[in-house]
């Protein structure tokens, strides 16, 4: 199954749930129809949070970057001890 | 598992596919690191060079002298012609029953890769693709604005896709060479989302997809082939995996 038609899937169930809402008016119909932008902005602010604590705690690795000189370096002398032309030009 | 282990499954032969387009310097660095880490694997490295008219060939045959004509296959090709294109024209010259696709520019540093061969080993996975977003792996010398884009797009491919692996964008990959070739004959999209699209089918395909955290240091010499309208490509790309997938 393409994974669109289960998103499909679901968007359909969750609004014949909001329809279904609207029509036994457990919660008052002013507050239902704004059901559907409060889903989406809650899903936005979601996002946004998710983006933010993803940012927050983005792993990085400084010293990596000394490692990779370093292997850089040890790379160069065998090399050019070697024959071959490690230079950038 | 350690090193012997390693070494009892001969069976096995592992063909890096490095895609290379002015990486004169890089591609010595690299193919040094690959030798000095992989050093009792059955490996052989398949340069895959577009033209690239800095000199990147003359210094592939040198290297060729050093570690072995068998070891390191030049496959060139005239000019550039895409990086899709790069693997599968480096597949056709694969000996091995496992690939591994990496960058040339030393952000993906070989000394993961026999971390990616035990992981396979242990797992049986079909693929094994390495993180930098998970404890453990990481990132160096991106700004804030370059990891807000890329925190933003990983959100933003996960809501839409579920793609079953925390890392979409990346390519430092393992594959088992028979589902690399299945995947590779659906993929028809370009740069990043091209590695998206492999790793999204594979997973709707049902494929074993392993990962393994890995550092990802952002390129040290060279120039990076980063480009303005990626950010639209990029979305573009996820509305066509969104549809099609």
């Given at each position: 199954m393409?994974?669109?038609v289960?998103?499909?899937?679901?968007?359909?169930?969750?609004?014949?749930?909001?329809?279904?809402?609207?029509?036994?008016?457990?919660?008052?119909?002013?507050?239902?129809?704004?059901?559907?932008?409060?889903?989406?902005?809650?899903?936005?602010?979601?996002?946004?949070?998710?983006?933010?604590?993803?940012?927050?705690?983005?792993?990085?690795?400084p010293?990596?970057?000394?490692?990779?000189q370093k292997?850089?370096?040890?790379?160069?002398?065998?090399?050019?001890?070697?024959?071959v032309?490690?230079?950038?030009? | 598992?350690?090193?012997k282990?390693?070494?009892?499954?001969?069976?096995?032969?592992?063909?890096?596919?490095?895609?290379?387009y002015?990486?004169?310097?890089n591609?010595?660095?690299?193919?040094?690191?690959i030798?000095?880490?992989?050093?009792?694997?059955?490996?052989?490295?398949?340069?895959?060079d577009?033209?690239?008219?800095d000199?990147?060939?003359?210094?592939?045959k040198?290297?060729?002298?050093?570690?072995?004509?068998d070891?390191?296959?030049?496959?060139?090709?005239?000019?550039?012609?895409g990086?899709?294109?790069?693997y599968?024209?480096?597949?056709?010259?694969?000996?091995?029953n496992?690939?591994?696709?990496?960058?040339?520019?030393?952000?993906?540093?070989?000394?993961?890769?026999?971390?990616f061969?035990r992981?396979?080993?242990?797992?049986?996975?079909?693929?094994?693709?390495?993180?930098?977003?998970?404890?453990?792996?990481?990132?160096?010398?991106?700004?804030?604005?370059?990891?807000?884009?890329s925190?933003?797009?990983?959100?933003?491919a996960?809501?839409?896709?579920?793609?079953?692996?925390?890392?979409?964008?990346?390519?430092?990959?393992?594959?088992?060479?028979?589902?690399?070739?299945?995947?590779?004959?659906?993929?028809?999209?370009?740069?990043?989302?091209?590695?998206?699209?492999?790793?999204?089918r594979?997973?709707?395909?049902?494929?074993?997809?392993?990962?393994?955290?890995?550092?990802f240091?952002?390129?040290?010499?060279?120039?990076?082939?980063?480009?303005?309208?990626?950010?639209?490509?990029?979305?573009?790309?996820?509305?066509y995996?969104?549809?099609?997938?």
């Open positions: 393409k994974h669109i289960k998103i499909l899937t679901l968007v359909i169930a969750i609004t014949a749930l909001w329809v279904g809402l609207l029509q036994t008016s457990t919660i008052p119909q002013s507050h239902t129809w704004l059901l559907p932008i409060y889903f989406v902005v809650s899903l936005g602010c979601y996002g946004l949070l998710m983006v933010g604590v993803g940012l927050m705690n983005f792993p990085t690795c010293q990596e970057a000394l490692l990779l292997d850089v370096v040890e790379a160069k002398e065998y090399l050019k001890q070697r024959g032309d490690v230079s950038t030009s | 598992m350690d090193e282990k390693l070494n009892q499954n001969q069976k096995n032969k592992y063909s890096i596919i490095v895609p290379t002015n990486e004169r310097l591609i010595s660095l690299i193919l040094y690191l030798f000095k880490h992989l050093q009792d694997v059955d490996f052989e490295v398949i340069v895959v577009d033209g690239s008219p000199g990147t060939q003359d210094v592939v040198q290297l060729q002298q050093v570690y072995g004509e070891r390191i296959l030049l496959r060139a090709r005239p000019r550039k012609m990086l899709g294109t790069a599968i024209h480096g597949m056709k010259h694969a000996s091995g496992f690939v591994v696709i990496m960058d040339a520019d030393l952000s993906h540093h070989p000394k993961y890769l026999p971390g061969i992981k396979q080993l242990e797992t049986g996975a079909d693929i094994v693709t390495g993180t930098r977003y998970v404890k453990g792996g990481g990132v160096h010398g991106w700004n804030l604005m370059r990891k807000l884009t925190r933003g797009a990983n959100v933003l996960q809501t839409l896709l579920w793609p079953g692996v925390s890392d979409l964008t990346g390519s430092f990959r393992l594959y088992r060479k028979s589902v690399l070739e299945d995947i590779i004959s659906c993929c028809v999209s370009k740069g990043y989302v091209f590695q998206m699209e492999m790793i999204v594979a997973s709707r395909k049902g494929y074993h997809i392993e990962e393994v955290p890995i550092t240091v952002d390129r040290v010499y060279g120039s990076s082939k980063l480009g303005g309208s990626e950010i639209v490509e990029y979305l573009k790309g996820l509305v995996l969104l549809m099609t997938t």
